[in-house]
């Protein structure tokens, strides 16, 4: 946690693990408070590394 003025930056890791030896698809749902935002996000699956793209709300509702 990263706290400067009135911004508070938080960096969140989790980790999921598929048990079977099949593929699975998921979903993935984060509640965030309403005047908060997330500026960046990273996948790690397996060796390789996803960079999220991120949208202003008004154009990621399209």
């Known amino acids: 946690m990263d706290i400067t003025g009135t911004i508070n930056r938080v960096k969140l890791t989790q980790t ?7 593929w699975v698809e998921g979903v993935y749902v984060f ?14 699956i397996g060796k390789r ?10 154009v990621a509702k399209k």
Do not use: C, W, Y
């Open 31 to 44: 509640p965030l408070p309403a005047d908060s935002a997330v500026d960046h996000l990273d996948m790690i």
């Open 16 to 22: 999921f693990t598929n048990p079977s030896n099949d």
């Open 49 to 58: 590394i996803i960079e999220g793209q991120i949208k202003e709300f008004r």
